[in-house]
């Protein structure tokens, strides 16, 4: 393929909505928690300390569209101390000569790193980066950089709090996991009747298993027709 003709389909690609993948519903909601953070701190704090907030809760809100198993807004959360802690620490580091180009070396680091324990960690973490480009701008006291992590914190929490209020979709992972893995035994009883040493794809089963380790929140919190079906599955 020429390269003009790869750039062609990279940018059709990119310009087509694909509307499986769209959530206008929680696209809406994590909009309204970046407001309810934006506003008031813009109105108390002014433009630097408001847009601190508002990369915290728009980070927060990114994280919560990754594919995972775990509560929502728990995502929310540990991606908004992530971010507080890579805007207080890029703070400081801005008022020692020199450091702030190694902390940002060491940082983007460890994010690649995160890659390894999944992609919701590693898109959290890639973004904290780009938090500390953006949001760190001059040297400021110990204070004042502590207050720049802190509402960056803030947006992560709020974002956590209008997803509590407002639940959407809040098992879809779960229940897509346990669907594949009903579709892959469907498929595999069809190719039984080509070929009765086939074998079936171990992968959906152990994305399900991944998909059933609840915490105990969710546990207390799960839909009964996500209860069972998962070992019956296994069994057949």
Do not use: C
Not at 13 to 18: A, E, I, K, R
Not at 36 to 45: C, Q, S
Request: aromatic share 8%; no cysteine; proline share 6%.
């Amino acid at each position: 393929m020429s390269w003009f003709a790869a750039l062609r389909d990279t940018a059709r690609t990119g310009l087509t909505l694909d509307r499986a993948l769209t959530d206008p519903k929680r696209a809406v909601r994590g909009a309204v928690a970046v407001a309810l953070v934006l506003f008031p701190t813009l109105a108390l704090g002014g433009v630097a300390l408001a847009t601190s907030a508002a990369m915290g809760a728009f980070i927060a809100g990114s994280a919560t569209f990754q594919r995972s198993f775990r509560p929502r807004a728990s995502l929310a959360v540990a991606a908004g101390a992530g971010l507080g802690i890579s805007t207080f620490l890029g703070y400081l580091a801005a008022g020692v000569p020199g450091l702030f180009p190694v902390l940002l070396a060491v940082w983007a680091f460890g994010a690649g790193l995160a890659w390894a324990i999944g992609p919701t960690a590693g898109v959290v973490a890639t973004n904290t980066v780009s938090v500390m480009l953006i949001v760190v701008q001059l040297p400021v006291s110990t204070v004042t950089a502590l207050g720049h992590g802190l509402v960056a914190a803030l947006g992560g929490v709020a974002q956590a709090t209008v997803i509590t209020v407002w639940p959407i979709g809040s098992w879809t992972a779960q229940r897509e996991a346990l669907a594949d893995t009903y579709a892959e035994l469907a498929d595999y009883a069809r190719r039984l009747r080509q070929d009765p040493t086939a074998h079936v794809d171990p992968e959906p089963f152990m994305t399900a298993r991944h998909a059933a380790a609840l915490t105990p929140w969710q546990d207390r919190h799960r839909p009964p027709e996500l209860r069972g079906l998962r070992g019956i599955a296994e069994r057949i």
